[in-house]
């Protein structure tokens, strides 16, 4: 790791346990960025001879076997509760790793993400109608907002004022009488 590396992980962890806060049980740091290659951790396993049990062991070994050197892992204080790692009551477990180095604003970008998940979809039929009901509803209203009216108009639309219409379809409006009973209204 080059020196430039060493001070910004330096000032990334610091940041991480700043704005990220400590675990008061064990004085560690909720969020951590490491390198793959320098991770170690003792596991605890029992040593067999076919069904036969030898002997309980414990070993030192690659946290991330599976990763190659170079890659770059954040990392999260968790609650050991399977026990295999002797860490003590807590372990640091991974969120996400990096094939190069990262700067700040990815690693902020990754956790402000853990913490504030994107909008989730509908579970339910029902809930996605009920959803999209509310949205249609509050379109027509920003709809009905921009649309200049007369104080009447408005008042009609929004329930404050009534209005009576002819249920029968029939007008009667004097041009639209139709002839022959005129004739009868005026004799």
Not at 27 to 53: M, S, T
Not at 89 to 113: D, H, M, Q, T
Not at 127 to 138: F, P, S, T
């Amino acid at each position: 790791m080059e020196l430039a590396d060493f001070e910004e992980l330096r000032i990334i962890n610091g940041r991480l346990a700043l704005m990220y806060g400590s675990n008061v049980n064990v004085q560690k740091p909720n969020f951590r960025l490491i390198q793959v290659e320098d991770c170690l951790e003792k596991r605890a396993g029992e040593i067999h001879y076919g069904k036969v049990f030898l002997k309980e062991d414990v070993r030192e070994i690659k946290k991330y076997p599976w990763l190659d050197d170079g890659w770059w892992m954040i990392e999260r204080l968790v609650p050991n509760v399977l026990g295999d790692v002797i860490e003590g009551g807590y372990s640091y477990e991974p969120i996400y790793c990096f094939k190069i180095f990262p700067i700040w604003r990815a690693v902020e970008f990754l956790i402000y993400n853990l913490f504030h998940p994107a909008k989730q979809h509908p579970k339910t039929e029902k809930q996605a109608w009920y959803e999209y009901k509310e949205d249609l509803e509050k379109k027509k209203i920003a709809a009905r907002d921009m649309i200049d009216t007369t104080p009447l108009e408005t008042s009609l639309n929004d329930g404050s004022a009534l209005s009576y219409s002819n249920t029968e379809g029939i007008d009667y409006r004097p041009s639209h009488i139709p002839s022959e009973i005129q004739n009868e209204v005026k004799e």
